[in-house]
């Protein structure tokens, strides 16, 4: 199910070398920690092909529904990845914002929510 919903992702994310035909978004039977996930390994894969520039957005992705679902643990690792991904590809400013957030959110895993 999810090597699917990957290859589904990897042509959403405009991946066409990878797959003939874009064939939409993700599965929607997967929940959010789910999608987070396969977007977080369709950017490991697009990366490990040296496709470094696509691999940014499904990455971003993955950092921004991290985020929603205060996953801090995981939201500060894909903040990480992602600062050392813009930086190799030479943006330092990005880079830079990526790794200030990446360095908030363990602090927030740390603190118990009350709710």
């Known amino acids: 199910m999810v090597g699917a919903s990957l290859g589904l992702w990897l042509g959403a994310s405009g991946a066409g070398g990878l797959l003939r035909s874009p064939l939409g978004p993700a599965s ?11 977007g977080s390994a369709a950017a490991f894969c ?21 985020i929603s679902l205060e996953d801090w643990t995981n939201a500060a690792i894909r903040a990480s990845n992602l600062s050392e991904l813009t930086l190799t590809l030479g943006e330092v400013g990005r880079a ?11 602090t927030a895993a740390a603190t118990p929510s009350c709710g």
């Open 96 to 106: 830079v914002a990526f790794g200030s957030r990446a360095s908030l959110w363990p």
């Open 28 to 38: 929607g039977c997967l929940t959010a920690a789910d999608q987070a996930f396969v």
């Open 46 to 66: 697009l990366r490990a092909l040296g496709r470094l520039t696509e691999a940014v957005s499904p990455m971003q992705t993955g950092l921004e529904m991290r």
